[in-house]
Structure formats: structure tokens, C-alpha cells
């Protein structure tokens, strides 16, 4: 008689994510749970990612995944079609060709506890943690230290400009890196973090009494305005690198749980490949198209582009809260 452990199932993966995740959790416009796949199908070998690409996909397909666990939604917004002549129709028919399904943990992974911050606040060591922002009393994700985005007390105090190259050194690496916004001299004790797009919530770091704020996208008019009314420093981060970190806990939960082999994407997915700064920090002089190009630096490894974007219109889910 063999011995041999019987697989989990989809379905098996989707009862477990969502016991850690709910998606009653998610955002009223988010779309979360399970996007591809057969219920009953077996499931030995998952991939975690950030966002379900063609250079993700390939990634998977080539480590042999029967299931892909993703972040960002696939398919945000309703469609009509997924016809192959579609960038993101040509992903679904290529998961479906191959057997793999696709499950997505998005703003229910966000506001979970331990969540997608939990796993940022993790890379700094940051003790006492608590939410940046709660969900309103009486909606599913209330309660139970649940919450977007997590404050905490760094190890040690930094300046500003300590802080910031800390940030660049402990998060996966990009062309972007991390950029801060305030006195470099500033002290920081107490930092909030919130994964991926977070500008949103300046008005929580500030009510919160935080030294600096660190999370992604952070636009110029809202940033300037933070700052001018006396809110904490800021640190802006690529998007992709702030919810990376999860994606180990997500792993380590999937074989906890239910035995199966993990596969954790570190394809760079974040759409800026290219940063170059003048010589010496100082702005470089106008001039003719032949004058010398600023030194460049070049993500490492190569970072993956996101595939220029054709007529489909599910946007892909990168944020916080819905675009118009």
C-alpha cells in the first residue's frame, strides 16, 4: 500500500488562503480569490508573485507550478472578452493551455494581520507594531490588529539620510531605489510603512505622530503639501519592492499548511529600468543633443519591463484604491 501523501487540491490552496485572507476583507472594487483553474486538480508546486506578467508566467511555467498565487488582480475591471489578441487574454489562455490555475490576495492580504506590511515592517526590524489605518468599525476587516500599512520603532534611532540608504539596503533592489523627502538630518524613532501605493494615507501618518513614512507612488502635489503642513518625512520606495517581502511569508504559509513546493518570484516586475542622477548631485547644464549623458545605473540582474500596455481595458491593479 503506498504511503505517498495524496496532494492538496485548488481547492485545498484556496480554503487555506482564505482562512489567512478573507476576501470579504478586500476593498468593495477589488476582485480577489480564485481567477483560473480547476477545483479538483492537483497542486504540488505554487508560484508567488507580484504580478501575473509574461516574464512571471514564463517564470512559473518553466519551475513546473501547478498554481500561481498572486498579489496584483489579473483582471481588475469587468471585461467582455479575453480573446488571445488581448495582452492580459493572451495570459489567461496561456495558464489555461497549461493547466496552472490563479489565485489573488490583494487588499485582503493588505489589511490582514500578519499581512503585506507586516512583512515590510519585518525587513526593519520595527517592534510594537500597530495599523496605520483601521478599517471603519463594523466592515469584515475590523478588529484584531487588522489595518493598512503598520507603525513601529526602528532598532535604533537614524537620520533621514541614514534611514533612507537602511531602505535601499534592506529592500529588494531597483532602478528606482528609494528616494526620501525632508531633513536629511531629521531624526527618526518611529516609522510607518504601507505596502505598495500609499499617499493615501499621509493624513494617518501624520495623525499618528510618526518621525517618517515610508511606502510607494508617492505623487509630487500631495507629497509637497505633507510637508508644507509639517507631516513627518517621507521615504517613496518602488512599488514592487514594498510587497515583495510577503511573498515569503505567503510561501512559508503554503508549506506550513499544505506541504507543497514554493516558488518565490524575485523577477524585478517594477516598470522603471533606468535612474541617472546629474554628476555630483548638481543639475547638468542645457545643451546640444551630443553632450555626455549623466552616469546611469541599471537594475540588477536586468530589471523585467512590464510589456507596453495594448487596447485591454483591465487595467492592471497597483494601488490602494480604485482609479477612475
Given at each position: 500500500m503506498s504511503t505517498t501523501p495524496t496532494p492538496p487540491t485548488v481547492a485545498d490552496v484556496v480554503a487555506t488562503l482564505h482562512r489567512r485572507y478573507p476576501p470579504a476583507w478586500a476593498e468593495d472594487w477589488d476582485r480577489v480569490g480564485l481567477v483560473l483553474g480547476e477545483p479538483t486538480a492537483e497542486v504540488r508546486r505554487v508560484a508567488c508573485v507580484v504580478d501575473v506578467v509574461p516574464e512571471t508566467v514564463a517564470e512559473a511555467l518553466a519551475a513546473g507550478a501547478d498554481m500561481i498565487v498572486a498579489h496584483h488582480p489579473l483582471l481588475l475591471r469587468g471585461v467582455s472578452s479575453v480573446a488571445a489578441t488581448t495582452y492580459k487574454g493572451r495570459i489567461v489562455h496561456q495558464l489555461i493551455k497549461a493547466d496552472v490555475a490563479l489565485l489573488v490576495a490583494h487588499t485582503n492580504a493588505d489589511v490582514a494581520d500578519p499581512g503585506v506590511s507586516d512583512a515590510l515592517a519585518a525587513?526593519?526590524?520595527?517592534?510594537?507594531?500597530?495599523?496605520l489605518h483601521t478599517p471603519a468599525p463594523g466592515a469584515p476587516a475590523a478588529g484584531a490588529g487588522r489595518g493598512i500599512g503598520r507603525i513601529g520603532v526602528l532598532p535604533r534611532p537614524m537620520t533621514l539620510a541614514e534611514l533612507t540608504r537602511y531602505a535601499a539596503a534592506v529592500l529588494p533592489a531597483t532602478a528606482w531605489g528609494v528616494r526620501a523627502a525632508g531633513d536629511p538630518a531629521r531624526t527618526v524613532r518611529t516609522l510607518a510603512v504601507s505596502g505598495g501605493s500609499g499617499d493615501?494615507?499621509?493624513?494617518?501618518?501624520?495623525?499618528?505622530?510618526?518621525d517618517a513614512y515610508l511606502t510607494a507612488d508617492l505623487r509630487h502635489h500631495p507629497a509637497g503639501e505633507h510637508l508644507a503642513a509639517d507631516g513627518p518625512a517621507l521615504l517613496d520606495a518602488a512599488h514592487w519592492a514594498t510587497e515583495r517581502p510577503w511573498l515569503d511569508d505567503l510561501a512559508a504559509l503554503l508549506?506550513?499548511?499544505l506541504g507543497v513546493e514554493t516558488m518565490v518570484s524575485d523577477l524585478n516586475t517594477d516598470p522603471w529600468t533606468v535612474h541617472a542622477t546629474a554628476p555630483g548631485?548638481?543639475?547638468a547644464p542645457a545643451g546640444p543633443a551630443t553632450t555626455t549623458a549623466p552616469a546611469t545605473t541599471l537594475a540588477p540582474g536586468g530589471a523585467a519591463p512590464v510589456p507596453a500596455a495594448d487596447p485591454d481595458p483591465a487595467l492592471a491593479a497597483d494601488d490602494k484604491e480604485p482609479r477612475p
Amino acid at each position: 500500500m503506498s504511503t505517498t501523501p495524496t496532494p492538496p487540491t485548488v481547492a485545498d490552496v484556496v480554503a487555506t488562503l482564505h482562512r489567512r485572507y478573507p476576501p470579504a476583507w478586500a476593498e468593495d472594487w477589488d476582485r480577489v480569490g480564485l481567477v483560473l483553474g480547476e477545483p479538483t486538480a492537483e497542486v504540488r508546486r505554487v508560484a508567488c508573485v507580484v504580478d501575473v506578467v509574461p516574464e512571471t508566467v514564463a517564470e512559473a511555467l518553466a519551475a513546473g507550478a501547478d498554481m500561481i498565487v498572486a498579489h496584483h488582480p489579473l483582471l481588475l475591471r469587468g471585461v467582455s472578452s479575453v480573446a488571445a489578441t488581448t495582452y492580459k487574454g493572451r495570459i489567461v489562455h496561456q495558464l489555461i493551455k497549461a493547466d496552472v490555475a490563479l489565485l489573488v490576495a490583494h487588499t485582503n492580504a493588505d489589511v490582514a494581520d500578519p499581512g503585506v506590511s507586516d512583512a515590510l515592517a519585518a525587513r526593519f526590524g520595527l517592534t510594537g507594531l500597530r495599523p496605520l489605518h483601521t478599517p471603519a468599525p463594523g466592515a469584515p476587516a475590523a478588529g484584531a490588529g487588522r489595518g493598512i500599512g503598520r507603525i513601529g520603532v526602528l532598532p535604533r534611532p537614524m537620520t533621514l539620510a541614514e534611514l533612507t540608504r537602511y531602505a535601499a539596503a534592506v529592500l529588494p533592489a531597483t532602478a528606482w531605489g528609494v528616494r526620501a523627502a525632508g531633513d536629511p538630518a531629521r531624526t527618526v524613532r518611529t516609522l510607518a510603512v504601507s505596502g505598495g501605493s500609499g499617499d493615501a494615507f499621509l493624513g494617518a501618518a501624520t495623525a499618528a505622530g510618526v518621525d517618517a513614512y515610508l511606502t510607494a507612488d508617492l505623487r509630487h502635489h500631495p507629497a509637497g503639501e505633507h510637508l508644507a503642513a509639517d507631516g513627518p518625512a517621507l521615504l517613496d520606495a518602488a512599488h514592487w519592492a514594498t510587497e515583495r517581502p510577503w511573498l515569503d511569508d505567503l510561501a512559508a504559509l503554503l508549506r506550513a499548511e499544505l506541504g507543497v513546493e514554493t516558488m518565490v518570484s524575485d523577477l524585478n516586475t517594477d516598470p522603471w529600468t533606468v535612474h541617472a542622477t546629474a554628476p555630483g548631485g548638481v543639475p547638468a547644464p542645457a545643451g546640444p543633443a551630443t553632450t555626455t549623458a549623466p552616469a546611469t545605473t541599471l537594475a540588477p540582474g536586468g530589471a523585467a519591463p512590464v510589456p507596453a500596455a495594448d487596447p485591454d481595458p483591465a487595467l492592471a491593479a497597483d494601488d490602494k484604491e480604485p482609479r477612475p
